[in-house]
Nanobody, 116 residues
Framework: QVQLVESGGGSVQAGGSLRLSCAAS?????VHWLRQAPGTEREFAAG????????TYADSVKGRFTISRDNAKNTVYLDMNSLKPEDTAVYYC????????????WGQGTQVTVSS
């Protein structure tokens, strides 16, 4: 059982920055950040393949968000810059244990609120 513990959410004004952290109890195949705004479906934001460091981003965050990992700490980060009100959501980290595309483990979620 892999545990994912998120931290770093909060409130910020538009144009500001936040860093989210996802500490994993063990290394996984990949870790993704997803987000869910009220009344909407959960959507993919960014992902990283742990072994290679290969990253992917949704078009809506590309150029503003950066996902990275610290192997020594088994932690994945999401650096969010130039935040917009539409980035307001609960952010979840999720781990994949293989290349099936399935999310096997989830963090508890952390709220990010961007005010205009």
């Amino acid at each position: 059982q892999v545990q994912l513990v998120e931290s770093g959410g909060g409130s910020v004004q538009a144009g500001g920055s936040l860093r989210l952290s996802c500490a994993a109890s063990e290394r996984t195949y990949s870790v993704h950040w997803l987000r869910q705004a009220p009344g909407t479906e959960r959507e993919f934001a960014a992902g990283i393949h742990w072994a290679s460091g290969l990253t992917t981003y949704a078009d809506s965050v590309k150029g503003r968000f950066t996902i990275s990992r610290d192997n020594a700490k088994n932690t994945v980060y999401l650096d969010m810059n130039s935040l917009k009100p539409e980035d307001t959501a609960v952010y979840y980290c999720a781990a994949q244990m293989d290349r099936s595309g399935q999310y096997h483990y989830w963090g508890q979620g952390t709220q990010v609120t961007v005010s205009s």
